[in-house]
């Protein structure tokens, strides 16, 4: 998979670097609006993912000029705009997803691979981990082939955890996947341990294994080996 | 009183004035000359009788004398049926004992003639006996073609008229006599009230054109301020760009507002601006090195080789960065919120329906505290005016401090409607507030226990929820006693 990052902050985009070389990725940086606009023009990527705010051409008129030039390469828009009108005004440019900083690590991968997979992997739309099954196309999950009776809420942390699957995910970035950034840390907590309990329980029903982790006070680890 | 009202009102008033005057001054002239011409028939009148005959009255020697011969006078036939019969002729004697008089004064007579007698005209009322004129009417008015509805103008239920006169002192040798003359008046009469009748319509004909006239002419001449305003209520937050049209070849005082107006709206516009701007440049400024930590956290904490005292470290810190975050996000969202720059879509609302999501969306908390929560809502439709997205801000926000500072017993919301109003209640049987601390608990980053830092700070939510409950005129009152309930009484006023 090659993806370019158009982002002029570098210490965003090494950070960004780091998550996509641990997942095997190849990437490539731009820290300009115009030298991204022109590699992305001029060579095929399988994603980009694009800051807002850049010098030379922004983002907007980089996703709208590609669009334009019928490049529909899948778009990720990072922004630190986190008002409604920037995020309809993106999705309707094109762009394929818009993720608002400050953003944990495992919220962009969970959503580059939600991007990737609806583009190019439709086959693969199966995230299987021993007898845990997700069907990322359907949003059902099975364990050891039978049905889990999930509300959205709790389906979202699965299928968030299993894109994420033996990294630890923090309640942070749950709570930012999930509920956005409008709760405060007390609520969030709350509202997240009240939704890995009822997983848990929920799997408990149908398998002994302890899918779910909970690493300390950090967060949790969705893995199919015990420890 | 609108601008238009007063100025028609102040140019009817002074039309009013000028008319009214100028029509009194008409009458008044008018009643002096029909005056003057009466005084001047009686004169004519007066001097061609003392001149009649072979050298007139003149000539007598003697008072005796002097009354034989207006006897005769009067007695003529070609004078009475000329003139006695249409004017009265009376002659006194030095004690106004009446010696001799025409047929009409003796049919009404004079009173008071003494006190006449100063005055150099006096007029006279007389009743009229109907019967009178009737009877005189076939004889002898006829012969002579006067038309007595006219001269001896008798109104048909009161039979009055009027008379004007002069009495003059005739001096013969060392007698004494006096001479009343008066002729009917009634036609001057008559044709006063008629100009006086006429004069009063044409006021008032001319008040109501001028009124409607006016109405029209202010209009006309204040629509372009009327203009202005229908064009200043079309300007709101989202379109503050558009000015107001003006016309250049207009130099008047409407063109100068106008202009100020448009000045103003200039200057409010790029205020508008710098507001948004500042915002949405903090914002970014603050969100980017956030964005940094994080993920540098994020990626630190993936590692395998971690101590359980590094793993507490890095949640602490993610935890802190997370709070931050939020906190800044508020900060942001309240100073829009000051700043009137978030959008506020009144509609009408659910109460009901509002309440039932929050409980909802807040229910896990409970759960994992093992409280009590519950929704009372006692009547089945409450409606309110709002804009849904701000008060949910504001009621979940109450509502989660109550779960917060609750650790055991009950959070209860309540609605319900008495008279016009709704009130929403949350009542939590939490550590409760100060009673001296009540008014300061929406004030930013407020704790009521100075020294707790446990995170449990009311922060901004408060603030934000006072805020949004002010746009909306809402009430809030606060009833808490210490360690033992606190109640958030909100009170909007019903649809």
Known sequence: MNILVIEDNIKISDNISYILKNENYNYE?????????DKAISNEYDLIILDLMLPGMD???????????????????????????????????????????????????????????????????????????IDTNKKEAFVSNEKLDLTQKEYDLLEFMAYNKNKV??????????????????????????????????????????????????GFILSEDEE | ???????????????????????????????????????????????????????????????????????????????????????????????????????LAAEFPLQNIKSYLTQKYFTAKFKSNSEYFKSEKETLFSDYKINLEYEFYTDKDNYTFYCIGKISEINIGNEKAYLAVLFPDNKNRLYLDKTLINVIFTLLFSMCIIIIFGLFYSKYSLSPINKIISELNNISEENLSKRIKTYKN????????????????????????????????????????????????????????????????ITSSLEILYSLDFLIQKLLYLSKLESNLCKFNPETISVNELLTAIKNNLESIAEVKDIKFVLNLKDDILKINGDKDLLYIALSNIAENALKYTDNGSV???????????????????????????????DKFYRIDTSRHDGKSFGIGLTISKRILDIHNAVINIESIENVRTKFIVTFQSL
Request: glycine letters at 4%; aromatic letters at 10%; proline letters at 2%.
């Open chain 2, 412 to 442: 209860i919301i309540e609605a319900e409607k008495v008279d016009n109003k709704i009130s929403v209640i949350i009542e939590d049987t939490g550590s409760g507030i100060p009673k001296n601390k009540i008014d300061r608990i929406f």
């Open chain 1, 169 to 218: 995910v923090s309640k942070i970035a749950i709570g930012q996947y999930i509920w956005g950034e409008s709760l405060d840390l007390f609520t969030m907590s709350n509202f997240i341990d009240v939704h890995i309990s009822n997983l848990r329980k929920k799997i408990g029903t149908i398998s002994n294994k302890k899918f779910i982790q909970t690493k300390r006070g950090l």
């Open chain 2, 1 to 103: 009183m609108k601008i238009r009202t007063k100025l028609t009102l102040f140019f009817t008033a002074i039309f009013f004035v000028l008319i009214l005057s100028l029509s009194l001054w008409y009458q008044y002239r008018l009643f002096y000359v029909l005056r003057s011409e009466a005084l001047k028939n009686i004169e004519m009148f007066l001097k061609g009788f003392m001149d009649f005959g072979h050298g007139g009255f003149r000539k007598v020697k003697n008072l005796d004398e002097f009354i034989i011969r207006y006897k005769e006078r009067i007695n003529r036939d070609n004078f009475s049926k000329m003139l006695s019969r249409r004017t009265w002729n009376i002659l006194y004697d030095k004690d106004f004992n009446i010696i001799g008089q025409t047929p």
């Open chain 1, 29 to 37: 940086i731009s820290a300009n609006g115009n030298e991204g606009y």
């Open chain 2, 250 to 313: 207009n130099k008047d005082e409407i063109t100068e507002i106008t202009l100020s107006i448009n000045n103003l709206l200039e200057r409010i516009e790029k205020a508008f601006v710098m507001e948004k701007q500042f915002i949405s440049d903090v914002s970014h400024e603050f969100k980017t090195p956030i964005a940094i930590l994080q993920l540098n956290i994020d990626n630190i904490s993936n590692n395998p080789h971690l101590s359980d005292d590094e793993i507490d470290k």
């Open chain 1, 59 to 133: 983002g907007f008129e980089i996703l709208e000029s590609l669009r334009a030039n019928q490049i529909n390469t899948p778009v990720l828009v990072l922004s630190a705009k986190n008002q409604v009108e920037d995020k309809v005004k993106a999705l309707n440019l094109g762009s394929d997803d818009y993720i608002t900083k400050p953003f944990a690590a495992p919220e962009l991968l969970a959503r580059i691979k939600t991007i990737l997979r609806r583009k190019y992997d439709i086959s693969s739309n199966i995230i299987k981990m021993s007898e845990l099954t």
